[in-house]
């Protein structure tokens, strides 16, 4: 059950109006890597967890906490364009300023889409997808994932705080890094204890059983390229994070195996092939006759 209460968890009132401001402020929103994306993301790993307590309580917190965050943030956005230049296309925008910068850059669906509001879209208009979220099912992953969207989202925030001088707009901004700097570290903390915890591990899947892998293989850094560095680095020499082996360099990869032939589809697929076109055809309707797959 979720209850909204009214009221916003920070400050988010600008000191102006700015239309395109108000568009760069929609990708920490609608952005693969915004508000809505993590608090659908830690949402639906909240409904898949297999396991109750303090992990599946941390993931709805939070979540819950993200959700607050898109209101703050669409809160902001709509005030932003509350009282900005509508951008009336007539001879007087070349003598001002303000509505030329409207005209040059806002997003135009602001105001013929969304009256002078938010949109659950990116800075440049695309649609919030529900591919941008990761929900696996397995929580060291998902806490691992859930790190990685706190630190884009935390980046893409701070270079927009650094484009505004509205006072409001950078004290809502500053909260926000504020609470992306906490939940980084939490989810690393998270994962972190599900490894003492014995939950997880690395490498994720941990269960799958190693002789379903490619053993001799499983600890070398295989150098792809022509940098001459990459051995020098920890992930190419001294002990796994996993604990269970040494890592090697190898500097040049093994010789290849010969590629397959070409495949050759079902003659009802059109491909060209080898075969001749009446041969095709002829097998085609063969197939058909007998209703074969």
Not at 48 to 72: C, F, S, T
């Amino acid at each position: 059950m979720y209850f909204h209460k009214q009221e916003l968890q920070y400050n988010a009132t600008p000191a102006k109006p700015d239309a395109v401001y108000a568009r760069k402020m929609q990708e920490i929103l609608g952005g693969q890597y915004g508000e809505i994306t993590v608090a659908m993301q830690y949402g639906f790993q909240a409904f898949n967890a297999h396991i109750p307590g303090k992990y599946r309580d941390l993931l709805y917190g939070i979540g819950a906490e993200e959700i607050g965050h898109v209101e703050m943030i669409a809160t902001m956005i709509a005030q932003l364009l509350e009282k900005a230049p509508q951008g009336i296309s007539d001879d007087a925008i070349q003598d001002d300023p303000a509505v030329a910068a409207v005209v040059g850059g806002m997003d135009v669906q602001h105001a013929i889409v969304a009256g002078a509001g938010a949109r659950p879209v990116d800075s440049n208009g695309n649609p919030w997808q529900g591919s941008y979220i990761t929900a696996s099912g397995n929580l060291l992953a998902d806490f691992v994932a859930n790190a990685n969207a706190e630190m884009q989202g935390r980046l893409q925030v701070a270079r927009i705080l650094h484009q505004t001088d509205d006072a409001g707009v950078r004290d809502m901004l500053g909260f926000l890094t504020a609470r992306d700097t906490a939940h980084q570290n939490q989810w690393i903390a998270a994962a972190q204890e599900l490894r003492e915890e014995g939950y997880e591990d690395i490498p994720v899947p941990n269960k799958l059983p190693r002789e379903k892998e490619f053993e001799p293989v499983e600890y070398q850094f295989i150098n792809f390229s022509d940098g001459a560095q990459a051995g020098e680095g920890a992930w190419a020499n001294g002990p796994t994070p996993d604990g269970r082996g040494t890592f090697s360099y190898v500097e040049t990869p093994d010789a290849g195996v010969p590629m397959p032939p070409p495949t050759i589809p079902d003659p009802r697929y059109f491909g060209t092939t080898p075969l001749p076109n009446a041969a095709e055809v002829k097998q085609a309707a063969k197939k058909d006759r007998k209703h074969q797959e």
